[in-house]
């Protein structure tokens, strides 16, 4: 099945979406390590937030991994794409394959 994504808004939506929830995530984090390192407390009403939050990335971490093992059979750069399908999450991933496909 050959899907277009150049000219489909949804997935360019998905990619803004992705990369602000991937960039809000990472920021939540790095306030967490911050209050726990300083003593502050943190509500536990974000505790559902924050594993919410570590799943999100420990999975766009896997589909980042997955991508820069596979990008240099595509003719692409490992660390660049990679960190790309990192914020954009799975859509860089079918992209990735995509291409294959198209060749």
């Known amino acids: 099945m050959k899907l277009n994504y150049q ?3 949804i997935f360019t939506f998905v990619k803004v979406l992705s990369t602000v929830l991937i960039t809000s995530a ?3 984090e790095l306030w967490n390590i911050y209050a726990v390192l300083t003593n502050t407390k ?7 937030v924050f594993w919410i939050e570590r ?8 589909e980042g ?12 750069t490992p660390l660049q794409y990679g ?6 999450g ?3 991933l079918f992209e990735l394959f995509q291409k294959e496909d198209d060749e």
């Open 26 to 28: 990472i920021g939540l």
């Open 42 to 48: 943190v509500p536990s009403s974000l505790n559902p």
């Open 83 to 88: 960190t790309y399908t990192f914020f954009v």
């Open 65 to 76: 991994v997955v991508a820069a093992f596979f990008a240099p059979s595509r003719k692409k």
């Open 55 to 62: 799943f999100a990335v420990t999975i766009h971490f896997l």
């Open 90 to 92: 799975t859509i860089g």
């Open 7 to 9: 000219n489909n808004n």
